[in-house]
């Protein structure tokens, strides 16, 4: 049987995941904001379809749906446009909804899983709770909720600004982070529709919790540079956003996608990640 995938918010983690599955024989479908990106889609094989879409036709012969699209202050958009669809469809075997370990907000350096109560300390992770929550209460939804830790992969790195020369080793007193290879969240999310577990929720990290600016230092040797100045945070300029990385220190343990999903970490630490990342840009 052909396996279809409605994918919404076709972006870059999405896009992993469909380098797995099209060569397989999938159809996957991914939704867009953008005309302009068609084309890209349709070169890696996905059929685009520009949101907003009308649900009930797009859930038509889908056995799966994979959503990346973020909350905002009212909710899950995808839920408000088509949450009657979803709970309607038929024949579906898997949901996927990408969150954010910052549900678990402040930890300061401690350690996490996936029964550790949720309490975001800013607006984007109370955001993302909601949008939990609202997933969740979707009668009858085979839903597996993911947690990801910090994103990087090829395009998304820390070379690019240390070329750039706009890197700062920004340093804020026990502050560490847990991150997640994209191709390695591609992994996690394929592991699962094989192995279906409705309602389980599963962080999607490293073995490698880091302070940031160790990130940095290691990037700049591979590239032979000296690593850039040391700035501290409560003087660092920073976006609203950038800042708000920074409110939370934790390390995220992720035992579960190993033991209940058979999951072998293609990068198991950042310094694994990054030669790779490199020596792909130079091939």
Not at 126 to 133: I, L, N, P, T
Not at 156 to 169: D, H, I, N, Q, V
Not at 174 to 196: C, G, K, T, W, Y
Not at 239 to 266: C, H, Q, W
């Amino acid at each position: 049987m052909t396996k279809t995938l409605l994918s919404l918010g076709h972006g870059y983690t999405a896009r992993a995941l469909a380098r797995r599955l099209v060569p397989q024989g999938w159809t996957v479908v991914g939704t867009l904001r953008d005309e302009t990106q068609m084309d890209e889609l349709r070169s890696g094989g996905v059929t685009p379809m520009l949101w907003p879409i009308d649900f009930e036709a797009a859930l038509e012969g889908v056995t799966h749906v994979l959503s990346s699209i973020r909350p905002d202050e009212d909710g899950d958009p995808v839920l408000r446009a088509g949450r009657d669809a979803l709970a309607k469809a038929g024949g579906l075997e898997w949901v996927g909804y990408l969150s954010t370990t910052g549900v678990y907000g402040d930890m300061d350096g401690g350690w996490v899983d996936e029964d550790t109560p949720l309490d975001p300390g800013g607006m984007r992770g109370k955001m993302r709770v909601k949008a939990e929550a609202e997933w969740q209460t979707v009668e009858g939804l085979p839903l597996h909720v993911f947690r990801l830790a910090g994103i990087y992969g090829p395009g998304r790195g820390p070379f690019a600004k240390l070329r750039r020369g706009t890197a700062r080793r920004i340093i804020k007193k026990n502050q560490v982070f847990s991150r997640a290879h994209v191709d390695d969240i591609a992994q996690v999310l394929e592991a699962s529709m094989n192995r279906p577990d409705p309602g389980r929720v599963y962080n999607v990290c490293d073995d490698s919790p880091a302070p940031p600016q160790d990130i940095l230092t290691y990037a700049a040797e591979l590239l032979g540079m000296e690593p850039p100045p040391e700035v501290a945070f409560e003087d660092a300029e920073m976006s609203p956003m950038a800042r708000s990385f920074y409110s939370d220190s934790k390390r995220v343990r992720n035992t579960r996608i190993k033991e209940e999903l058979g999951v072998v970490l293609k990068y198991p630490n950042y310094r694994d990640a990054l030669k790779a990342m490199l020596d792909e840009e130079r091939d």
